[in-house]
């Protein structure tokens, strides 16, 4: 399976760009990208996922490059409430479904 | 809106008990998941159901069995419960489509083994 690695800890300015980086090095043609954040005592919610194109949603962007085997989530103007624990996912083949391979997560911290 | 709910917030059992996480998700969803989430390893996947009565072992099951009766509800259960086993525990749920499988994630239920 997949695995994906990330930093443990970030802080962003509030009002900047959050760039998030994960590396996927072993990532096979048909897996996705995904990711996801998790505020405190909550669960994990979507951001954004993607294949191969960059994506843009009203939330982030997902930039991944040429080769696959790594992405960056933009968070284009970072607000306090974007202080949270995001995780980036390999989305991989498992019995009749699909399964996630959740990476250990960057904690990150907008400051004021 | 879309709802997965767990049955408890937190749960404190004793060593050797019988423990039941009841998940319920109202988006008639075929696929539910149950992780656990330790500090410093991210959520592990525990098993997985992609459909009523399937169940498939994720990465970790040792210890744990599953029950889905029931389209909407997925059951984790802790035949006897070891101190090991104290962690957060995550239910999830999705529709089965190709380029767009979102998770929906419940509220997750806090247990401690004593």
């Known amino acids: 399976d997949a695995k994906t690695t990330q930093p443990p800890s970030m802080d962003c300015a509030e009002g900047r760009a959050a760039n998030l980086p994960c590396n996927h090095s072993?990532?096979?043609?048909?897996?996705?990208v995904y990711w996801y954040r998790q505020i405190h005592s909550q669960g994990p919610q979507y951001i954004i996922h993607g294949l191969k194109n960059n994506e843009t949603n009203e939330m982030a962007s997902l930039i991944i490059t040429e080769d696959r085997k790594s992405s960056t989530l933009i968070l284009p103007h970072a607000t306090l409430r974007d202080t949270a624990v995001y995780y980036c996912?390999?989305?991989?083949?498992?019995?009749?479904?699909?399964?996630?391979?959740f990476g250990t997560g960057t904690r990150l911290k907008v400051l004021a | 809106d879309v709802k997965v709910t767990q049955s408890s917030r937190y749960l404190v059992k004793r060593t050797g008990e019988k423990v039941f996480l009841e998940c319920v998700q109202d988006?008639?969803?075929?696929?539910m998941f149950w992780y656990r989430q330790d500090p410093g390893l991210g959520l592990r996947l525990i098993y997985f159901s992609y459909d009523v009565k399937m169940k498939e072992k994720g990465d970790i099951p040792e210890g744990y069995s599953v029950s889905r009766e029931k389209k909407e509800r997925f059951s984790l259960i802790l035949e006897s419960a070891s101190t090991n086993q104290t962690s957060m525990y995550l239910c999830?749920?999705?529709?089965?489509?190709?380029?767009?499988?979102?998770?929906?994630f419940g509220p997750g239920t806090r247990l401690t083994v004593t």
């Open positions: 996912i390999v989305r991989v083949s498992a019995s009749g479904t699909y399964k996630y391979i």
């Open positions: 988006m008639d969803h075929e696929n």
């Open positions: 999830a749920s999705s529709m089965e489509a190709l380029s767009s499988y979102e998770q929906y």
């Open positions: 072993t990532i096979s043609g048909n897996e996705y």
